[in-house]
């Protein structure tokens, strides 16, 4: 059996890490190799790592910690963990997610039969017990994802040949990193293989969603223009033709989300909430639907 490294990020989760990991023991394939990355932890989540750790030894479930002596965000983490994995596959998982217990194995069943590169399913977002919403990766993702879908991190199992030395997360990015990064691997990989199911839940809780733990958010319109831009001249001559028209289309819908998202600020300051509430269900029809 190959190994999968799951790679996740962790900062100030004292009171859901736990949980975390005891969803991930659970999954029907071994060995998994897990890194976890620290971000520099203000409160009791690396004693919690640690307890788990030496309550749960298991040479095919082999937990590696590593600690960021400061904050570097989720992005550092996420790139810091790709240079420590040894598996042929790669599981990115955040801190509030879970996963269904055959979600692994069923997917790396999957790739090897298919000797494919790419394998994504369905997610839910959850709280408790109670289903917020299901969301659908089937249809054309390519042309989803260039128009604002986002596949969500835990969806996909990776081939880690197909990003090693290739593709990395944009630490420049606060938020929407997920989007970025699977954006720019849907195209680098040309095809995916759609293997209906829920199997990623993103678990709504009391504490801070991941990306709320940094910074103060902003607009990164610029930061992402610039990112995908960038990665469609260095991969000009590696991207299937249709790969390369959907990045220029995911271009051209960030152009038109920040031009819609200062507009909105000014028409709200002008004018009243009524016509801009129009111009939002403009907007949604044309990019949404």
């Known amino acids: 059996m190959h190994t999968v490294s799951v790679i996740l990020p962790v900062f100030n989760r004292e009171n859901i890490i736990s949980k975390t990991l005891e969803n991930l023991k659970k999954q029907n394939y071994r060995p998994l190799e897990v890194i976890l990355v620290d971000d520099a932890s203000t409160d009791d989540t690396i004693e919690k790592i640690y307890y788990f750790i030496n309550n749960n030894f298991d040479n095919k479930f082999n937990i590696r910690l590593y600690l960021n002596k400061k904050n570097k965000g989720a992005c550092y983490c996420r790139n810091f963990g790709i240079s420590k994995s040894t598996g042929k596959y790669l599981q990115f998982l955040d801190s509030d997610d879970q996963l269904h217990s055959n979600k692994i194995r069923d997917q790396v069943n999957l790739l090897e039969y298919k000797n494919s590169n790419l394998v994504l399913s369905d997610y839910e977002y959850r709280k408790d017990n109670e289903i917020l919403k299901k969301c659908l990766n089937n249809g054309n993702l390519f042309k989803k994802v260039s128009l604002g879908w986002s596949i969500y991190t835990s969806s ?128 949604q029809f044309i990019f949404r639907a």
């Open 156 to 283: 996909p199992l990776i081939k880690f040949n197909l990003i090693k030395d290739k593709l990395n997360w944009n630490e420049k990015l606060i938020f929407l990193q997920d989007k970025d990064f699977l954006f720019k691997l849907l195209m680098l990989s040309g095809n995916y293989i759609y293997l209906p199911g829920f199997t990623s839940y993103y678990m709504q809780h009391s504490d801070n969603q991941i990306s709320d733990l940094y910074l103060f958010k902003k607009p990164q319109f610029f930061i992402l223009i610039l990112s995908r831009a960038s990665f469609l001249f260095k991969n000009l001559f590696k991207l299937k033709f249709k790969c390369i028209l959907y990045t220029c289309l995911g271009i051209v819908q960030i152009i038109f989300e920040s031009i819609y998202y200062y507009m909105k600020k000014i028409i709200k300051i002008l004018f009243s909430e009524k016509i801009y509430s129009k111009i939002k269900n403009i907007y």
